[in-house]
Each structure stands twice: as structure tokens, then as C-alpha cells.
């Protein structure tokens, strides 16, 4: 398995766009923290939430499948590769999410952007003091942050079984870690 180093390596060789990055370390984090809940492995889940949008900038009409092959070159394990790819279900793929690991980067992937989102226009532009409720809100005010698809992320929750506020609230738990990295920490 390739190591978090090596991850974030290709990742920044893929990606200059500080935003692209931000969003990969949040949900880097918060595969870690799903992965805790989950008793699973958390390198794996975190560095496939690193790299699942590795080819988004430079290839945005390939996604997912650009990263499949990318991957492939460097013998990443097939496993893997199959999870970035099921994050396109019904987007840009027919890759359906199977697996624990599957189904949450398929969950949380479009919600780390709206909780980024949400965050950004709050007073204190932070997650740290972030409640569900306002990512709640947001999520149903569909001019906010319009290009981030609820539907995904209603269909993600479905899949494992768990409530819109539930899975927004561990989303940002595990965004926490993070914040100061994703400019979503403290201000001073």
C-alpha cells in the first residue's frame, strides 16, 4: 500500500490549486475519523480520501477515470483504485459503492465542500464552532453553494444508514484536526 507521503506527493503533482488541496485534506481527515468509528484501517482510508479527486484539475472531463489510470501506472492496489473510482457513482461512473471505505468517500466527499462552505460565511469562518443545524440549513437553501450536489449526499447518508444530521456532524468532527491546514481554524 502506497504510504501517506507518497499520496500527498502525487497529489500535489496532479494539483496547484490550494483549494483542490484543502479539499483533499478534509477529506483525508475525515476518512481517518470514519475509519476510526468504523474499526477499519485508517492509513488506507485516509490516503484514498487524499488522492480521490487526484485528477480533477488538470483532467475534469476524465475525472475519476483519470485517476484510475494514474494510479494503475504506480501499481496502486486495485482496491483502491475501485473506491476513487465508485466516489463518480452516478456522476461520472457506474462504479457502485460497496464497501464501508466506498460509501463514506461517497458520502462525504460533496459535504466536506458544503460544510467548508458553510463555515466560510459564518462569523467566525470556522468548523471548530460549527453545529450540525447550519450546515442543515444550508443544505436545504439550494442557491448556497449550488454546484455541490445534495442529492449525492442524501443518497450517501442512505447508504450507511445514518441521518442527514449524523452524518454532517461526524463530517465535521472530522474536519476539526484539520481546520487551521484547510483555513477553516481559529481566527486570531
Not at 14 to 22: E, H
Not at 160 to 187: C, F, H, N, R, Y
Request: net charge negative; aromatic share 6%.
Amino acid at each position: 500500500m502506497p504510504t501517506r507521503d507518497e499520496a500527498f506527493k502525487l497529489l500535489r503533482e496532479y494539483n496547484q490549486s490550494q483549494g483542490l488541496i484543502a479539499h483533499a485534506l478534509a477529506v483525508e481527515a475525515v476518512m481517518r475519523h470514519y475509519a476510526r468509528k468504523f474499526g477499519a484501517d485508517e492509513e488506507r482510508w485516509g490516503v484514498v480520501g487524499l488522492i480521490h479527486d487526484l485528477d480533477y484539475e488538470q483532467f475534469p472531463e476524465q475525472h475519476c477515470h483519470k485517476t484510475a489510470e494514474i494510479l494503475r501506472e504506480h501499481n496502486w492496489p486495485e482496491d483502491d483504485v475501485r473506491a476513487v473510482l465508485s466516489h463518480g457513482w452516478g456522476i461520472c461512473t457506474d462504479v457502485e459503492p460497496r464497501e464501508p471505505l466506498e460509501k463514506v468517500l461517497y458520502a462525504v466527499d460533496e459535504l466536506t465542500g458544503l460544510v467548508a462552505a458553510t463555515a466560510l460565511v459564518r462569523p467566525s469562518g470556522s468548523v471548530l464552532d460549527m453545529a450540525a443545524k447550519s450546515v442543515a440549513k444550508k443544505f436545504k437553501d439550494k442557491a448556497f453553494a449550488a454546484k455541490i450536489d445534495r442529492q449525492v449526499i442524501s443518497k450517501g447518508a442512505a447508504m450507511l444508514s445514518v441521518d442527514l444530521t449524523e452524518l454532517i456532524t461526524e463530517t465535521i468532527e472530522g474536519m476539526k484536526p484539520v481546520a487551521d491546514q484547510i483555513g477553516l481554524g481559529a481566527k486570531s
